[in-house]
């Protein structure tokens, strides 16, 4: 047998390589009017000289990304790009947002937190600055970066300084790393109208692999207790911090949200190093058929192929629980991207588990998933959304793995409403700003459904 020497990789070729991913799937959503001919010019400019070095090419690279005007659009280097695929390292339950403060200097503020989880237990709180990690000074490093300083082994610790809103104390807290997921729905029977309404509140913190789950249970008990009427609690639900989920190997998934991780795929089996997720499992770890044909249907098209990551649980948890409250047949969300996987209706394949008129509570920190299902029952007749404008996210990442084993993580598609509606940067306009009463509800519920059938 002859052996043949590994490829050598030449720094125009990762160049290369990077430009090309983005001219196959990048999605402008912007309004930056990305072309591929201004692209493909932008390529003969970027390779016209020799690259000397491997960190001359990723600084190539990481320029050419903040051209595309693109947030979410970046450049990973090797060891970045290592933790973010590693699964045996999960965080604190907190999501970081670079904020430029008035003398232009970013600051690393917590855009969401789990409720009751690791972070919030022991005394962050929304909108609190991290100042260090471990006695790390973290100013001038970015959230990914921090992500990661955060992260390690399941029941280790991690001391951070934080400052506490904008001119409040500065603590310093300990915080031990959990990997089990908790419960992210609280429930109760509130009765109205001197008792003779009885209306199902539903809290849905986080979405989690407990998440349909756990809902399914309360909605069901709730209707037990005589609930005629039901409450949606989405407000401060940023769509999840997904530490991970019991399947065929333990996964660690992503803090970003909506990201598909760039691997390979063989016999229906999602792999990455040592991990290997069996598609069909997690899918009934969520209670559904949507995840494995999806799952199956990208790897079937895309040269990409995709491990478990926190788009598909997260987007897909919004979609099975929406499908809960709608009826066969009724459009869940589509999904526009360049290439044909993002190109899609999702459609409800069940019968609703309720019929019964629902209200959906909502604010500026519904995000993600939470506006999934909050755009789908309200295009769909089936509930009033209450409270204010919706955060407005919508857009859904993947992450491609580079030769010398850096990546890119790369704007590939949006989530529109079915009332096709761009989420992103817009949100959802709630109906009513305060609770209306029950029978303003109905009348509301029943106008819209007339409407739809012309």
């Known amino acids: 047998m002859v052996l043949t020497a590994p490829e050598v990789v030449t720094n125009e070729g990762l160049v290369e390589e990077a430009w090309q991913i983005v001219n196959d799937s990048f999605l402008d959503t912007g309004r930056h009017r990305w072309s591929q001919d201004t692209w493909q010019l932008k390529r003969g400019d970027i390779l016209s000289n020799s690259i000397q070095t491997r960190s001359k090419a990723h600084q190539i690279i990481k320029r ?16 970045e790009f290592s933790k973010m695929a590693r699964y045996d390292m999960t965080g604190i339950g907190i999501n970081l947002r670079e904020v430029p403060d008035e003398n232009g200097d970013v600051r690393l503020k917590v855009l969401g937190i789990i409720l009751d989880g690791p972070a919030h237990s022991s005394g ?39 400052k506490h809103g904008n001119c409040g104390p500065v603590e310093l807290i300990e915080v031990q790393r959990q990997l089990v997921a908790r419960t992210p729905v609280f429930y109760r029977l ?47 639900n940023l769509g999840g911090l997904v530490q991970g989920v019991s399947v065929d190997a333990m996964v660690k998934f992503l803090h970003y949200d909506l990201v598909i991780m760039g691997t390979s795929c063989r016999n229906n089996l999602f792999t990455h190093g040592e991990v290997r997720c069996d598609a069909r499992s997690i899918s009934n770890a969520l209670g559904g058929e949507t995840l494995h044909k999806l799952m199956l249907h990208l790897c079937g098209n895309s040269k990409l192929e995709i491990v478990c990551a926190r788009f598909i649980v997260l987007s897909l ?53 939470s506006e999934i299902v909050a755009s789908a029952l309200h295009d769909n007749c089936r509930a009033v959304l209450v409270g204010k404008r919706t955060y407005g996210k919508g857009l859904i990442q993947s992450v491609f793995e580079l030769q010398d084993g850096s990546g890119v993580v790369i704007t590939v598609g949006k989530y529109v409403t079915p009332n096709h509606k761009d989420i992103n940067g817009n949100g959802i306009e709630p109906d009513f700003q305060k609770l209306p009463a029950w029978d ?12 739809q059938q012309g």
């Open 64 to 79: 050419m990304l903040a051209s595309l005007g693109d947030p979410y659009t970046r450049f990973l280097s090797p060891a």
């Open 124 to 162: 962050v709180r929304q909108g609190d600055e991290i100042l260090t990690v471990n006695n790390m000074e973290v100013k001038g490093k970015s959230a990914f970066e921090v992500s990661s300083l955060l992260q390690g082994p399941n029941g280790t610790s991690v001391t951070i300084q934080v």
């Open 317 to 369: 948890a919004g979609i099975e629980i929406a499908k809960l409250f709608l009826n066969e047949g009724d459009t869940v969300i589509y999904t526009v991207g360049r290439e044909p996987q993002f190109q899609q209706a999702i459609v409800t394949d069940t019968s609703p588990l309720i019929q019964a008129p629902v209200v959906v509570l909502v604010n500026d920190k519904t995000a993600s998933a």
């Open 440 to 451: 303003d509800v109905s009348q509301h519920l029943s106008k819209c459904s007339m409407l």
């Open 190 to 236: 509130e009765q109205t109208d001197s008792g003779a309404t009885h209306v199902g509140y539903l809290r849905l913190k986080e979405f989690n692999a407990l998440a349909r789950k756990d809902l399914v249970i309360a909605m069901k008990r709730l209707q037990d207790m005589g609930a005629s009427y039901f409450i949606l609690d989405l407000r401060d």
